[in-house]
């Protein structure tokens, strides 16, 4: 299927556990960015990459890891999830003719 | 640092009749994007509208359309002819575009129409 999606859609795990949310897009947008929303704070960006190897950081990186071997895929790790981790996350890439984002479904995360 | 602000946390309308919602942002730059992201229950943000801010005129699709003040650096969302399709969460948005081209979002308006 053409577009973005993301993997999975609900997670439940526990502290200390890594987990992995996946985020593939179809178009080959070469930007593409990870989000977190939290009631009371919006969308508020984790990280990002400008290509395949680049890499950086957004505004609340710290406990998560990225990672872009292939221009479709960039997945987030949280090495040792915690609970303050527990949010709505978003992959969303950049169609660089319209300077437009594109989101994801998103994946529920909950950690106990 | 940037900054986008919503001072409305909840709205209603009723069905048919017309709603504005507010935003303004804080930039020292001039040239900028705008956009308005629409979230409903399902949690996909779905791009509603969105303004280049070297474009004076005013962006529309379908019944939505914005009022851009760049001086008073205002971006409001009109939806026209309100359809109970529409109650959603409203995310205004920036972006400065191109290498710097992440979002920054406000914290969102819960619009609520009613039949």
């Known amino acids: 299927d053409a577009g973005i999606t993301q993997s999975p859609r609900y997670k439940i795990t526990e502290t200390g556990r890594q987990v992995t949310l996946m985020c593939h897009q179809t178009?080959?947008?070469?930007?593409m960015f990870w989000y977190r929303q939290d009631l009371g704070h919006g969308l508020r960006l984790i990280y990002y990459?400008?290509?395949?190897?680049?890499?950086d950081k957004g505004e609340v990186p710290d406990g998560y890891v990225v990672s872009r071997s292939k221009t479709e895929n960039f997945p987030l790790t949280l090495e040792s999830a915690t609970r303050s981790q527990t949010s709505v996350y978003f992959c969303a890439s950049l169609d660089h003719s319209t300077d437009t984002q594109y989101f994801g479904p998103g994946t529920r995360l909950t950690v106990l | 640092a940037q900054t986008v602000t919503q001072s409305q946390p909840e709205m209603s309308v009723q069905e048919a009749e017309t709603v504005t919602l507010s935003c303004t942002y804080d930039?020292?730059?001039?040239?900028?994007?705008l956009f308005w992201y629409k979230q409903p229950p399902s949690r996909q943000m779905i791009l509603v509208i969105r303004?280049?801010?070297?474009?004076?005129q005013n962006a529309t699709e379908n019944r939505f359309s914005v009022n851009f003040q760049k001086a008073a650096k205002s971006f409001s969302l009109k939806i026209s002819d309100s359809q109970l399709g529409d109650t959603a969460m409203y995310f205004c948005?920036?972006?400065?575009?191109?290498?710097?081209?992440?979002?920054?979002f406000g914290k969102g308006t819960k619009l609520s129409v009613k039949p």
């Open positions: 930039t020292s730059e001039s040239n900028y994007y």
């Open positions: 990459s400008a290509a395949a190897d680049i890499t």
């Open positions: 178009w080959s947008h070469s930007y």
């Open positions: 303004q280049e801010a070297y474009k004076q």
């Open positions: 948005a920036f972006s400065y575009g191109g290498s710097q081209g992440n979002l920054i």
